[in-house]
């Protein structure tokens, strides 16, 4: 198994750790050191990229576990998120209905023979769901910092609706029967 595989599994492993530091009460520091894990799992997924790429280690399981578990470590924040009442459950289910629809999308290409890459849209989607996470995850006492929470879950919220139907629009002949993706 390569490094960048191996930072990936890393950062699967991660996700458990990062959650009984968030959400077990009475664990000192705990949303901080919460925190830090999401943070370092975050920039883990662009390492991974990063060196699979330079180094030319792509591997089919890369492909399938490196967005597997990002999705699962920005899902597992969100419903976290809505289980301390920090994001209304509606706009949650937006934003994980839209990694749904999208694997859907890509599986379908796949089988066509066709890659449907990130666009840039869909990575300022993921920057800001990023962004937010971290924000809701340190959710400090202040009034100013509580508005930029509130800027970044419906930058974010925004993003998510404006990458499903970039990649609708863009994608859309994947679904025809015509085997012309």
């Known amino acids: 198994m390569n490094l960048p595989n191996k930072i990936t599994i890393a950062r699967a492993c991660m996700i458990p750790v990062f959650l ?4 077990v009460p009475g664990i000192a520091g705990g949303k901080y050191i919460a925190g830090v894990i999401f943070i370092i799992a975050s920039l883990s997924d662009a390492l ?8 030319n280690l792509v591997t089919n399981f890369g492909k399938f576990a490196d967005p597997l578990a990002d999705k699962l470590l920005v899902s597992a924040a969100l419903v976290c998120f809505v289980e301390l009442g920090l994001v209304p459950a509606w706009i949650i289910i937006v934003i994980i209905s839209r990694e749904f629809i999208i694997s859907g999308f890509r599986l379908v290409a796949s089988d066509n023979g066709v890659v449907i890459a990130a666009s840039y849209i869909a990575k300022f989607k993921t920057t800001a769901q990023m962004i937010m996470a971290v924000l809701l995850i340190f959710h400090l006492d202040n009034p100013v910092y509580h508005v930029l929470e ?3 879950i419906y930058l974010s919220l925004v993003l998510t609706v404006i990458s499903l139907i970039d990649y609708m629009y863009k994608n859309w002949n994947v679904l025809s029967d015509n085997k012309k993706a």
């Open 20 to 23: 009984v530091f968030f959400l």
């Open 48 to 55: 991974d990229g990063y060196l699979a790429r330079k180094n």
């Open 150 to 152: 509130q800027v970044f």
